[in-house]
């Protein structure tokens, strides 16, 4: 079941659940669960936010939105592994299905949401860059705006290093320099083998990139012929539908926005890539 609702508010006195009751052929608890989830949104002059509280007041004039979708309200991706607490920002580890980013649909299933209601103490947490859904590994998540401005400036000028491990088809050089554009703009990444299981014939590779295009890890290696194993974009035929997507990020660098002092942050190895 998937629709979505918008109710103009003509009368006083009425809360949001009770009004989406009125509207949606959903029972208290799923209204409860859906406005949990960040289905539910309130229009009130020029803004529109998600509501979660069910006994939200509402006014005159105000929209209220549900956008209830049954199959996205029922998933669940496993938890997030807190890497590293810096007060002011936070470093964790993204699983497999976990978003960097929500929809009108719902949050839930995001990373930022995630820490939100996680961390302690608790804090607001700020997307500052993204790991696709399917790749795992290390995310930044700021605590404050000032803090997620900081980290926007730094990747916008390159200065974060950022290395990921990959499992990829076929027997892939010791070197290799994927330079390929991306939609038209540069992309650059650099590629070294780690190992090699001949019996598979995959490759364990670390990757650095220098620029940050959509999907740019997966493309170039797919272009070079080596598609990431579980790969189910970019992979083509010979992949396995059984695995998952296996390419992580294991490693970031930069000036800590508190002391100007380089931080570093890996992944621990039972979180990595294993070939097979």
């Known amino acids: 079941m998937k629709f979505e609702k918008h109710i103009e508010i003509d009368a006083a006195n009425t809360t949001a659940v009770e ?17 949990t989830k960040g289905a539910v ?18 006014q005159m004039g105000d929209t209220l939105h549900i956008y209830y979708d049954e199959k996205l309200q029922q998933q669940q991706p496993d938890d997030a592994i807190l890497i590293a607490d810096e007060t002011v920002f936070s470093i964790w580890h993204k699983p497999y299905g976990m978003l960097c ?25 700020f997307i500052v860059h993204r790991l696709d859904r399917a790749a795992t590994g290390l995310v930044i ?37 994927l330079d390929s554009a ?8 650099h590629a070294k083998r780690l190992g090699y299981d001949d019996k598979l014939n995959q490759s364990l590779l670390e990757i650095r990139i220098e620029t940050g295009r959509k999907h740019q890890i997966r493309r170039h290696l797919s272009e070079a012929g080596f598609p990431i194993v579980g790969d189910r974009l970019f992979g083509g ?19 800590s926005p508190v002391d100007g002092e380089t931080k570093t942050y890996t992944l621990p190895a039972e979180l990595l890539p294993k070939l097979g």
């Open 41 to 58: 949104w309130l229009t009130r002059g020029k803004y529109t936010q998600r509501i979660r509280r069910a006994d939200k007041p509402l």
């Open 101 to 125: 980013q929500g929809s009108k649909w719902g949050d839930h299933c995001t990373i930022n949401r995630w820490v939100e209601k996680h961390l302690a103490p608790q804090r607001p947490a």
């Open 237 to 255: 035929p010979e992949q396995d539908d059984t695995r998952d997507l296996c390419l992580t990020s294991c490693y970031l660098a930069f000036a």
């Open 141 to 177: 998540i700021a605590h404050q705006k000032k803090i997620a401005a900081y980290f926007a400036n730094l990747f916008q000028a390159r200065r974060i290093e950022k290395h990921y491990q990959a499992c990829v088809h076929g027997c892939f050089p010791d070197h290799k320099t």
């Open 182 to 189: 991306i939609e038209d703009k540069p992309a650059v990444s």
């Open 19 to 35: 009004l989406l009751q009125q509207n949606a052929d959903l029972s208290k608890q799923r209204i409860k669960q859906a406005m």
